[in-house]
């Protein structure tokens, strides 16, 4: 439910970004919120406290109840213009777009642990980012949180694999920055360079520019890694 303050209601948030200019052209600081299982995206308004609907999501029996019944957009959701025809299934991670052209301009969204949705703020349109098959039509990366970089890489932490890797948006290329993929050592912490070292099930990741690195939150090893990254992530 929409409104001011705390008249407004959410309903299971999952992930924030925040942003101190209103992409929408105000000088408000606002904050974009996604509903995991009501497919929603909102924005808080911080100095008014307007919470509005973005995306809308499903129906829900009422404000902290389940939905009503099962989305239209089960799958990878719907493509389009938002509010009227996009649609978000389960989003459960997002980003900013950080690249140099025209930085906070976009959201990157995770969803369902199978696609990578991107959300452009000036147009209202939401489209499916390509992410091809790990090996074989029939296997998909189990995305979870992600996080960009200057050069407009996609880092996203992957349970699956128990690997982080980037994805080119623009040629739709994937490769491993970091993590041996589909090894974990349960019993042990494995650092070492970047290819070699071991995660378990890491499950976000968040890059810090001025680093030139990239911290993982690996879930099932119990600590927070950090993943010293290439040049070419980091320039256009």
Known sequence: MDGIGKAARFHVPHSVCATTHDPDGGSDSVVYCVEHEAGRLRKLNLKSLAVSTV????EMNDDYGRSKHQSSTEGT??????PSVARLNLPEF??????????KQALYI???GKTIRKFDLRSNHLSTVDLPPMMDKYTRYSL?????????????????????HAL????????VVAGEPHKADRTKRVDGPA????????????VVEQECSAYVADFSGGAIRKVQLSDTLFHV
């Open 55 to 58: 995306i809308r999501g499903r």
């Open 110 to 112: 995770a969803c369902g």
């Open 195 to 206: 290819r070699t070292g071991q995660f378990n099930a890491p499950m976000n990741v968040c």
């Open 94 to 103: 997002m980003c900013w777009d950080r690249i140099a052209t025209a930085p």
């Open 77 to 82: 959701g719907i493509d389009g213009a938002a």
């Open 168 to 175: 080119d948006p623009r040629t739709g290329r994937v490769e």
């Open 144 to 164: 979870a949180g992600l996080d960009t970089t200057p050069s407009g890489h996609i880092l996203f932490a992957c349970i699956n694999t128990h690997c982080v």
